[in-house]
């Protein structure tokens, strides 16, 4: 019955950028039993108004991730909108299956979207490995990107990693 909504990205490179999702996420056919913030990094922004069938809001992106983490009291039936200045969304709550948990809705910009999941509980995992094998392009020098996206939004991220595939004779 946990369900996370999230907003990110912003309008342009440079001086622009700044993307206002101010809005609403609302429910029909199921009632939001809690709300928490997800990922808030500015003090002005954030839940504005509370009931069991909607949470308004305030928010601003400038590249970064906001979002909403709810408790429904049934999330397996209904549907939930986003209503934002930046655009609007519909997702029918079962078709976030074991499956396909997961809804993304792109809105332009640089990596503007909006992103409906299902979420865990309680965190079961707490290590990961992974490898990749990858095949740089012949005669290029080809940057390598690693990121990691906690439950929590904090993220982390290295330095490129550069393969030089190029003929040095």
């Not at 079962?94 to 809105?107: S, V, Y």
């Not at 290590?127 to 390598?144: E, F, H, I, M, S």
Request: include cysteine; glycine fraction near 8%; proline fraction near 4%.
């Amino acid at each position: 019955n946990h369900i996370r909504v999230s907003w990110q990205g912003s309008r342009e490179r440079g001086r622009q950028r700044r993307v206002t999702w101010d809005g609403v996420v609302r429910t029909e056919g199921c009632r939001i039993e809690a709300a928490a913030l997800f990922s808030f990094d500015v003090v002005a922004d954030g839940i504005t108004e509370e009931s069991a069938t909607h949470i308004a809001f305030a928010s601003k992106t400038t590249g970064d991730r906001d979002g909403l983490d709810l408790v429904l009291d049934d999330a397996s039936r209904g549907a939930l909108v986003f209503e934002s200045a930046a655009g609007t969304v519909t997702v029918d709550l079962a078709e976030l299956t074991d499956d396909m948990p997961r809804r993304a809705f792109d809105f332009g910009g640089v990596d503007m979207q909006v992103v409906v999941e299902r979420y865990p509980i309680d965190v079961t995992t707490q290590t990961l490995a992974l490898t990749q094998t990858v095949q740089p392009q012949p005669g290029k020098l080809t940057p390598y990107f690693v990121k990691a996206t906690q439950v929590d939004g904090h993220m982390a991220w290295a330095s490129p990693i550069y393969v030089d595939n190029r003929s040095h004779g």
